[in-house]
């Protein structure tokens, strides 16, 4: 017992010994934290390229619209996304979203997928928008329009929707007045 005593007390002796050791730390002055890279700037105006024309009613300020949307820093890194979720609804030209998606919007046809990508100051500005979207950030959306509310074939010209063989495009007719709420910003912090 006395011996397994001794042997215990030499242990922790050079336990404590290797533990005193001090190690020199560099000069705070040489220490420097890495920094990311910047982002790329970005357009200077909206850039709106349509990959596929819908063949549905066309949307305009005003109306309703379901899409699905995944949104990208310049570099491609992915900070949102509605895809494989419930469609994201907005109200074109009411201010519920940035400016580059009310600019953005009209014009594209139920069916259609377009690809704006948005200069910083038509985006989330200078402060940016939480974690993921720094100020200054210039980005882009991959957008699917989905429905236009009210503009569905067969309503017998209701809520913009122009009837069959009437000779007037869908939509002609003055859309409903947009909902009082406003329809959160595409992105989420």
Same mark, same amino acid.
């Given at each position: ?16 010994? /290797?533990?005193?050791?001090? *190690? ?5 002055? #040489?220490?420097?934290?890495? #920094? ?11 850039? *709106?390229?349509? #990959? ?10 005003? $109306? ?22 419930? +469609? ?7 201010? !519920? ?25 038509? %985006? ?6 939480? @974690?993921?979207?720094? !100020? ?12 236009? #509310? ?6 017998? /010209?209701? $809520? !913009?929707?122009?009837? &069959?063989?009437?000779?007037? +495009? &869908?939509?002609?007719?003055? +859309? %409903?007045?947009?909902? @009082?709420?406003?329809?959160? &910003? +595409?992105?989420?912090?």
């Amino acid at each position: 017992m006395r011996l397994s005593s001794i042997a215990l007390l030499a242990s922790a002796v050079l336990v404590l010994a /290797g533990c005193s050791k001090k *190690i020199e730390e560099p000069p705070a002055s #040489e220490f420097k934290p890495s #920094e990311a890279p910047p982002l790329p700037p970005g357009p200077d105006k909206l850039e *709106i390229v349509d #990959e596929k024309v819908g063949t549905g009613a066309e949307a305009k300020k005003g $109306d309703k619209v379901k899409v699905h949307y995944t949104g990208t820093l310049m570099n491609g890194k992915q900070f949102d996304s509605s895809v494989g979720k419930t +469609p994201f609804e907005v109200t074109i030209g009411s201010g !519920g979203v940035i400016k580059g998606w009310d600019e953005g919007l009209p014009g594209m046809k139920v069916g259609g997928k377009r690809k704006l990508t948005i200069p910083w100051q038509m %985006a989330y500005g200078e402060s940016g928008q939480g @974690t993921n979207i720094p !100020g200054k950030a210039a980005l882009k959306f991959d957008i699917e329009l989905l429905e236009i #509310e009210g503009a569905n074939a067969g309503d017998g /010209g209701k $809520d !913009g929707a122009a009837p &069959a063989g009437s000779g007037k +495009p &869908a939509g002609s007719a003055k +859309p %409903a007045a947009p909902k @009082t709420s406003a329809a959160p &910003a +595409p992105a989420k912090s």
